[in-house]
């Protein structure tokens, strides 16, 4: 350890074993909904003995920070090595790694350490970055704690579905409607309301009220963050009742044969909420069908508008 490198420490213990734990560690793909700071994930390399990623997630005032790592799998010890490629703006050059350990009673104890190089130029960055790991740190391990001991195990209570439709007019105007969300309660008959905030770098912090076939309307908050290659991800932080974590994805195609636009959901069940709203004899396979269903009735309203807007823009043109 070098004079000016600092080292964290948090740990839990989980009702779960070993090995489920590891795999939720490892399946970065799934941290958008499991852990809440993840907005989005990009695997860029992955073998049996580690990865490369890279990472959106939020830090405790709100803003969107984005960094890529590389980790190292030891599947016989439960361990993960973490590193990142280069200075983070926030925390600097940071480095770490999650350690599940065995417990009596298939339960285990996960240790997560972080050792980092506080930004020479920043004074207060020691007690910053102190305060952003154990915020983070200590909300990650909770996530975990809840995933890892999920009744019959995580894959009951995940789906991950996409759809998608021709475009009548340009991908690049489709992509446009998407994005200027604000304008949805206007353009959108299930958008009851809608407030946006946007941040610097192609984010939006967005709270919208959606109104059911019922009337009833429900508000969830969501980060969407406009990708280089112009698609659009988003995870919601206020997710409905049934939902533990719902992440997504706009992506926008165009090529000789047309343009389409395609629309993916990620969602984990919660199980205590199934039960409240739904009911208790409502199966985890039920509850993800009435997810699914809601948020695809929404989706393909959303991409058909779109489309009638990207016609009608190109007929303007």
């Known amino acids: 350890m070098t004079a000016a490198e600092i080292n964290a420490h948090h740990e839990t213990e989980i009702e779960a074993p070993p090995s489920t734990v590891y795999e939720l560690i490892t399946n970065v793909?799934?941290?958008?909904?499991?852990?809440?700071?993840?907005?989005?994930?990009r695997v860029l390399e992955r073998s049996a003995e580690g990865d490369r990623f890279e990472i959106w997630a939020t830090v405790s005032n709100g803003e969107v920070n984005t960094w890529r790592s590389r980790r190292a799998f030891d599947a016989a010890a439960r361990r993960v090595s973490f590193r990142q490629d280069h200075d983070n703006p926030l925390f600097g050059l940071m480095g770490g790694g999650w350690t599940c350990a065995p417990l009596d009673g298939d339960r285990t104890r996960v240790v997560l350490e972080h050792r980092f190089n506080p930004p020479p130029d920043q004074a207060d960055a020691?007690?910053?970055?102190?305060?952003?790991?154990?915020?983070?740190?200590?909300q990650e391990l909770e996530a975990l704690?809840?995933?890892?001991a999920l009744p019959g195990g995580v894959e009951p209570w995940l789906l991950t579905f996409d759809e998608t439709i021709e475009l009548a007019g340009s991908a690049k105007a489709a992509r446009e409607f998407v994005w200027d969300a604000g304008r949805w309660p206007e353009r959108l008959p299930h958008v009851n309301d809608l407030e946006l905030i946007e941040k610097p770098g192609g984010v939006q912090d967005m709270t919208m009220g959606t109104r059911a076939?019922?009337?009833a309307v429900h508000t969830t908050r969501s980060i969407r963050v406009m990708l280089s290659d112009g698609s659009i991800v988003y995870k919601q932080t206020q997710p409905p009742k049934v939902l533990l974590g719902h992440s997504g994805r706009w992506e926008f195609r165009s090529d000789r044969s047309g343009a389409s636009i395609s629309?993916?959901?990620?969602f984990l069940l919660d199980p205590a909420g199934v039960a409240e709203v739904y009911g208790p004899d409502v199966t985890a396979h039920?509850?993800?069908?009435?997810?699914r269903a809601a948020l695809s009735a929404n989706s393909r309203v959303t991409m058909e508008h779109?489309?009638?807007?990207?016609?009608?823009?190109?007929?303007?043109?």
């Open 145 to 148: 704690r809840t995933v890892a």
């Open 286 to 291: 039920e509850a993800a069908s009435r997810v």
């Open 263 to 266: 629309s993916t959901h990620t």
């Open 306 to 317: 779109a489309s009638l807007y990207s016609a009608s823009i190109g007929a303007a043109r």
């Open 126 to 138: 020691r007690d910053r970055i102190a305060r952003e790991l154990d915020h983070n740190g200590a």
């Open 29 to 41: 793909a799934l941290w958008p909904v499991i852990f809440r700071p993840t907005v989005h994930t």
């Open 213 to 215: 076939p019922d009337g």
